[in-house]
């Protein structure tokens, strides 16, 4: 990795965090396309770099975001299941990361739910607020965050989702997202740093620097991006975003085969 692939890294996570896409999916994708070898460094970065995304969301909602215990008590019930879930599964989330197939279908599966998602949850909505959401629906969608454990999944798309099945309107729904974001991946980092530490590994300068330029180069994407997001998906929902990953999904699968094809060849 040099710093201009650091900076594109940043760009891609800062745009695709956010949206119902899968940042992890691109990263690995965008990694791939530059030659960047999913080493240990690799592997960190793109969850260290997510810290710079999520505090664009305490900027932008920061009078919200400081409301009341009872709300940071939501989104501590929301996060348990992806604890529960992270430190059952991390080897084999970290598998799954170097598996280029499922991205794509994970990619090509969750764009079919997108087409969707707006038919399904068509009805007028019962929850308009975050402050209005139950314990019993914070709980149910971190279940839901935790698809996204699989990559190309897509954390946003997948508690978005979670979200409106509870009958939260897309916006309330995107919101609360935005709000999980913050000690998942907080949580997400921290347990990264840990393993990368305890397994012997010891960040060079340069090392140092992708991880403050990524952060940077993340936190200001991806203020654009919120703010964007949201002003899209009240007047349009899912369908654009559906079809984009299923292209792309798509894409891959054709490429993959390809390139395993000539191998043999």
């Given at each position: 990795m040099d710093y201009l692939q650091a900076i594109v890294l940043a760009i891609i996570e800062g745009i695709t965090e956010f949206l119902p896409v899968s940042s992890t999916g691109h990263m690995i994708i965008a990694s791939s396309f530059f030659g960047i070898s999913h080493d240990e460094f690799t592997?960190?970065?793109?969850?260290?770099?997510?810290?710079?995304?999520?505090?664009?969301?305490?900027?932008?909602?920061?009078k919200r975001f400081f409301q009341s215990f009872d709300f940071y008590f939501k989104l501590l019930v929301a996060f348990i299941p992806a604890v529960v879930f992270g430190l059952l599964f991390s080897k084999k989330i970290d598998a799954l990361l170097e598996n280029p197939v499922t991205v794509a279908v994970s990619l090509l599966v969750g764009g079919i739910v997108l087409l969707k998602v707006d038919d399904w949850f068509s009805k007028e909505t019962e929850v308009a607020t975050s402050q209005e959401i139950s314990y019993?629906?914070?709980?149910?969608?971190?279940?839901?965050?935790c698809l996204a454990m699989v990559p190309g999944v897509s954390r946003s798309g997948a508690s978005i989702v979670g979200g409106m099945t509870q009958k939260l309107s897309r916006t309330t729904a995107a919101e609360f997202s935005?709000?999980?974001?913050v000690p998942t991946m907080l949580g997400a980092t921290a347990k990264k740093c840990y393993d990368y530490y305890k397994d012997g590994f010891v960040l060079t300068h340069d090392q140092i620097n992708f991880l403050i330029i990524g952060n940077i180069v993340g936190f200001i994407v991806a203020?654009?991006?919120?703010?964007?997001?949201?002003?899209?998906?009240?007047?349009?929902?899912?369908k654009l975003f559906g079809y984009y990953r299923i292209v792309v999904g798509i894409a891959l699968l054709v490429i993959h085969f390809c390139i395993q094809k000539l191998d043999v060849i």
């Open positions: 592997k960190l970065f793109t969850i260290v770099i997510q810290l710079g995304t999520i505090l664009s969301v305490v900027v932008l909602y920061f019993a629906t914070a709980f149910k969608i971190g279940l839901f965050q935005f709000f999980l974001a203020l654009i991006a919120i703010k964007s997001f949201i002003g899209f998906l009240s007047k349009n929902g899912f």
